[in-house]
């Protein structure tokens, strides 16, 4: 993730994408999933929406 654009008063503007990929990472963070788990529930998730299949059997194994 790069890093986003500031405005004048120095919050961090990001793209409507990106906001909802943090806060879903926080929601799985709360759920105790690790920050290196995450990259594979978001690309999980990102590839769902994006060609409408997913596959999170891995989920259950935890």
């Known amino acids: 993730m790069s890093e986003p654009p500031r405005t004048e008063s120095g919050y961090r503007k990001f793209h409507l994408e990106v906001a909802e990929d943090i806060k879903f990472i ?36 935890r």
């Not at 799985?28 to 596959?55: P, R, V």
Request: no cysteine.
């Open 26 to 61: 926080k929601r799985t963070q709360d759920l105790g999933f690790t920050l290196e788990e995450n990259k594979s529930l978001l690309a999980t998730s990102n590839n769902y929406w994006n060609k409408g299949e997913i596959n999170l059997s891995f989920v259950f194994f």
